[in-house]
């Protein structure tokens, strides 16, 4: 017969009874529905893996495994207490002889979320046993899907055990077993578990996954909260290469457990081989330590204790680590490595939120020398910079406040050499933003504070050994001493659209500045100012932009035409060269910049006169796809001081094509299609000879099987910056697909007019579902002399929710 498919709720309000079924119906339906209860609750008990891919199986704390949700979820799984149970299946049989009530035939059933398929399922109500047999499928509500060939569990689900099972998740991963056994509700063991987040090959689905882990045995304790392996390997296309007799670890659910740590391992031409292990110690949930050495074979034990710790509001963290070095004469002779016997650093980082608009924090690093953590990687700062600070940030809406301390750090071998005098120290440093809510007679009204405080020690002073007119030429990027300066600024914008379509804003500026210097050697060749004296300027500026959006449309494609004029009225820039340019020494003139009202990048500077910028915008969206946007434009001072053509201590604008009445022409493309080739460029054209001064041109190229990239740079000549020749470079890069996974890339960087390559690398790649691979050679070369400066081979391991690995070797100077 067919049952009909079968709710709990409906034996529990009689509709089973003995009015509409005669004989044992009623109390054969009963049984069943408690055997199916029983089944499909053991469903959620057995089975069960919201958290199986998200954690990888084990071959130790770091390879986690997969099969960790069976601790927890193979045990204490519980369903919904009101949910329906439906049922069909094509007979049903009652065996009086055997107290015991059987699904047979197409079995299916359907409870709080699970879904079950298997031939036949049967309760014996003696043992309370509960039994599915035959292609039992299992599909979860996450999409996971277990099989097993039978199911056996007890109505209490205290014991169990299944055989033949698999499971692939929702995630494409898969574990496998030949038998699950449950043990006084406590204990599970896998036998011969086998995990592998590769794909099965459609060819041949004996073949063995191009990894996998397997474990002959594999214990999960839940009072414990710990696994246990016994002869556990790692696989590799069916063949083990590492092999562990007996191990265990945490159960991956519990986040944090002390223990010790994977040891790992290094090489390097001065450190020589090291050995690094540690003891991980879970003090509470919110802070841990974590104290580890590391053997290097030429430099003895380097010892390292981290502390962290978690807040309320916000996180610290502190790290001391230290060594005796045992080889000095590894190291390359003049260097901080080499002169440094004890050695050693303190770092420290944290942030915390006083409340949802303000947070303070800093990061520091303190150590005995000044290329300590460089050399041996024990902190995060192992960069050539490193920036010690402490802040103050308060953002609310669109207003804005950041005051900090900063200061930078060298990291450098040579101590000879003075470049850490030249970095400032920074104190304070203030910018605020604050913009009015309420519209200013029709516009928007807001406010700019900046403040900075500079030290240093020693001058930074470049092109000072130019043969050419060193007056003109040196730029002092820093001058020792000390300085503020405090800037105030205040804007008022407001938008009008005419009835013919002109977009009109008006707007006012005023900007005032205040310096207080205390710098060494006033007027002298190491300092171009005169003296120390307090120094105010004032600079009102206003302004008018017109824009005129055309829009038009064809059956080629949808086009926008916007001419732009602007004009800027301002006074005269005072002070040039008697305040020290810190924040605006950079000047790019192209057409990101064209149409704005200072374009100095900093405080220090601001651009005054009367001037006047015209251009245009154009885009068009092409119906058959893809787009071009090109931007164009020129710029005039109308009267009084050009700001650009005035000398400062670096010589910001000149040479920048502003610093003529009438500035060269800026110009930008870009073209992107559907056939996956783009270009851009931008370029500036000297006004009168429109000579290019500065290009940039760059196009891609992508499809499934090759990307590819050719970028040329050209900067005309610049004595006033130290460079006297042309600069032209270009840059290649590539990458092809030359196999199913496999691919090549490479880039090349040359310069063009010292025939120099700057920059080359090449490497093959690895990719599918579940493994990657690359190996990579790259050098570096001093342009100017061709002379190899660095080369260096990096390689790259992935396995798909187990982790990676990277390693990169210095030929030179060994592991970075």
């Not at 046993?129 to 599909?139: D, K, L, P």
């Not at 509700?185 to 987040?197: D, E, F, H, R």
């Not at 939120?353 to 150590?367: E, H």
């Amino acid at each position: 017969m067919k049952l009909k498919k079968l709710s709990i709720l409906d034996l529990e309000s009689g509709f089973y009874s003995r009015s509409n079924c005669s004989g044992k119906c009623f109390c054969d339906y009963l049984r069943l529905t408690k055997a199916m209860a029983a089944g499909a609750a053991f469903m959620g008990v057995m089975f069960t893996s919201p958290q199986l891919s998200q954690q990888p199986f084990a071959l130790s704390d770091g390879i986690s495994a997969k099969a960790q949700s069976i601790t927890g979820n193979l045990i204490s799984k519980r369903t919904t207490p009101d949910a329906q149970m439906l049922l069909e299946a094509d007979q049903l049989q009652y065996d009086d002889a055997n107290n015991s009530v059987s699904a047979v035939g197409n079995v299916q059933i359907a409870y709080d979320g699970f879904t079950l398929v298997a031939k036949k399922i049967t309760y014996y109500h003696a043992s309370g046993r509960v039994i599915a047999q035959g292609n039992v499928v299992i599909v979860e509500p996450n999409g996971n899907r277990i099989y097993a060939e039978e199911i056996d569990i007890t109505d209490n689900f205290s014991d169990g055990f299944v055989t033949a099972m698999q499971i692939e998740t929702a995630e494409n991963t898969r574990f496998a077993a030949d038998s699950a056994e449950r043990v006084d509700g406590n204990l599970t063991i896998l036998n011969n578990g086998v995990y592998t987040a590769c794909e099965v090959c459609k060819e041949d689905p004996t073949k063995p996954p191009l990894w996998q882990i397997r474990a002959r045995k594999v214990m999960m304790d839940k009072n414990a909260k710990r696994i246990s392996y016994e002869k556990a390997s790692f696989e590799l296309f069916g063949k083990p290469i590492a092999y562990l007799p007996y191990f265990s670890h945490a159960d991956p659910s519990i986040k944090r457990k002390s223990g010790f740590m994977i040891p790992s391992t290094s090489i390097s031409e001065h450190l020589g081989f090291g050995l690094s292990t540690g003891y991980f110690f879970n003090l509470a949930p919110n802070y841990d330590l974590t104290l580890s050495s590391t053997y290097y074979t030429r430099q003895g034990f380097l010892g390292m204790a981290e502390w962290r710790h978690r807040t309320q509001n916000g996180a610290y963290n502190l790290t001391a680590v230290g060594i005796e070095q045992e080889d000095n004469n590894a190291f390359d002779p003049g260097t901080y490595d080499r002169l440094a016997s004890t050695r050693y650093a303190l770092q420290s980082s944290g942030r915390f939120a006083i409340n949802q608009r303000w947070t303070f924090g800093w990061q520091y690093l303190l150590q005995s020398d000044r290329n300590f953590s460089r050399t041996y990687v024990v902190t995060s700062q192992t960069g050539s910079e490193v920036t010690n600070s402490l802040y103050l940030t308060g953002l609310s809406g669109k207003n804005f406040f950041d005051m900090r301390a900063q200061k930078i750090l060298l990291q450098e071998l040579d101590p000879t050499e003075s470049l850490q005098g030249e970095q400032a120290g920074v104190l304070p440093l203030i910018d605020h933003n604050y913009v009015l809510k309420t519209p200013v007679a029709n516009g928007q009204l807001s406010y700019n504070f900046n403040m900075i405080g500079i030290d240093r020690h020693n001058d930074d002073i470049e092109n000072s050994n130019l043969l050419v007119s060193l007056a003109d030429n040196e730029r002092h990027r820093g001058i020792a001493g000390e300085h503020t300066r405090a800037s105030a600024n205040l804007e008022w914008k407001s938008k009008y659209i005419t009835d013919t379509g002109l977009l009109i804003t008006p707007s006012l500026h005023g900007q005032v500045d205040a310096l207080w210097l205390n710098k060494e050697n006033p007027n002298s060749a190491s300092n171009p100012l005169l003296n120390n004296q307090s120094l105010f300027r004032a600079m009102p500026t206003a302004g008018l932009e017109i824009r005129y959006p055309l829009i038009a449309q064809d059956g080629f494609a949808s086009h926008i035409f916007e001419p732009i004029a602007q004009i800027f009225a301002g006074t005269d820039e005072t002070r040039i060269g008697q305040f020290p340019n810190e924040d605006a020494q950079s000047m790019v003139f192209d057409t990101t910049n064209l149409f704005t009202r200072n374009r100095f990048s900093g405080y220090d500077r601001i651009e005054g006169g009367i001037r006047a910028n015209v251009g245009f915008r154009y885009s068009a969206n092409f119906v058959a796809g893809g787009g071009l946007d090109v931007v164009a434009g020129q710029s005039f001072h109308l009267a009084g001081q050009n700001s650009f053509a005035q000398r400062d201590l670096v010589n910001a604008g000149v040479e920048s094509g502003l610093d003529t009445d009438r500035s060269d022409y800026v110009v930008s493309a870009q073209v992107n299609s559907v056939s996956g080739i783009s270009f851009r460029t931008g370029a500036r054209f000297d006004e009168n000879s429109f000579d290019i001064r500065r290009t940039d041109i760059g196009t891609t190229f992508a499809s499934p099987n090759l990307t590819a990239g050719v970028n040329y740079s050209f900067i005309d000549a610049q004595p006033n910056y130290g460079f006297t020749n042309d600069r032209h470079e270009v840059t290649t890069t590539g990458s092809v697909k030359f196999a199913d996974y496999w691919r090549a890339f490479g880039a090349v960087t040359h310069d063009m007019q010292t025939n120099t390559i700057v920059s080359d690398s090449i490497g093959i790649a690895y990719d599918d579902s579940c493994f990657s691979f690359s190996i990579a050679f790259k050098e570096n070369r001093q342009e100017f002399t061709n002379e190899q400066v660095n080369q260096s081979i990096s390689f790259r391991l992935g396995f798909r929710t187990i982790g990676n690995y990277d390693y990169k070797h210095n030929l030179e100077n060994g592991v970075e």
